[in-house]
């Protein structure tokens, strides 16, 4: 009796487990040039779609002194179907100044307040220079044994 429940449950288990389903992909194109410009777009069935393109940025846009090589620069921009239903997009670049991701759902700075916009204008205008203050320790100046720090030691005449 418990064997033909057990083979029961594990057959129904087998039978409602549902193998999982990849979208299927509607659109797909691809390009990849010598010169190391590339070209994608995609778009399945699912409501995913991304598109993206980019270029390799010369010398001079990067500093002689990187030995990484020459940088990518890729925009592009994708979009997908939230559980709400809603779609979302998100357009982006990504180069040497970093990624930079824009969209109608993502959170947005804050406007900077007029007092500190003026405050900023103020200080980048005036020809403030910081004078160096006077140090205590002078690099001239020598120590005697008693008043050369002792580093990771027990202090003197504790016991």
Same mark, same amino acid.
């Given at each position: 009796?418990?064997?033909?429940?057990?083979?029961?449950?594990?057959?129904?288990?087998?039978?409602?487990?549902?193998?999982?389903?990849?979208?299927?992909?509607?659109?797909?194109?691809?390009?990849?040039?010598?010169?190391?410009?590339?070209?994608?777009?995609?778009?399945?069935?699912?409501? +995913?779609?991304?598109?993206?393109?980019? &270029? @390799?940025?010369?010398? #001079?846009?990067? *500093?002689? $002194?990187?030995?990484?090589?020459?940088?990518?620069?890729?925009?592009?921009?994708?979009?997908?179907?939230?559980?709400d239903g809603q779609v979302y997009t998100v357009s982006y670049v990504a180069?040497?100044?970093?990624?930079?991701a824009s969209g109608a759902h993502l959170p947005?700075?804050?406007? +900077?307040?007029?007092?500190?916009?003026? &405050? @900023?204008?103020?200080? #980048?205008?005036? *020809?403030? $220079?910081?004078?160096?203050?006077?140090?205590?320790?002078?690099?001239?100046?020598?120590?005697?044994?008693?008043?050369?720090?002792?580093?990771?030691?027990?202090?003197?005449?504790?016991?």
């Amino acid at each position: 009796m418990i064997a033909k429940v057990f083979v029961a449950v594990c057959v129904l288990a087998t039978v409602s487990a549902q193998q999982q389903r990849y979208p299927q992909i509607l659109k797909l194109s691809s390009d990849v040039g010598a010169d190391g410009q590339f070209q994608y777009a995609y778009q399945t069935e699912d409501g +995913i779609s991304a598109e993206a393109r980019g &270029s @390799l940025v010369g010398g #001079s846009a990067r *500093s002689s $002194q990187d030995s990484d090589g020459p940088a990518t620069s890729v925009t592009g921009q994708y979009s997908y179907t939230g559980p709400d239903g809603q779609v979302y997009t998100v357009s982006y670049v990504a180069d040497e100044n970093g990624y930079r991701a824009s969209g109608a759902h993502l959170p947005q700075p804050h406007p +900077i307040p007029e007092a500190i916009q003026k &405050s @900023l204008q103020v200080t #980048s205008q005036s *020809s403030f $220079q910081a004078q160096p203050q006077a140090s205590s320790f002078q690099r001239s100046q020598t120590f005697t044994s008693f008043q050369q720090p002792k580093a990771f030691g027990f202090p003197a005449r504790r016991f």
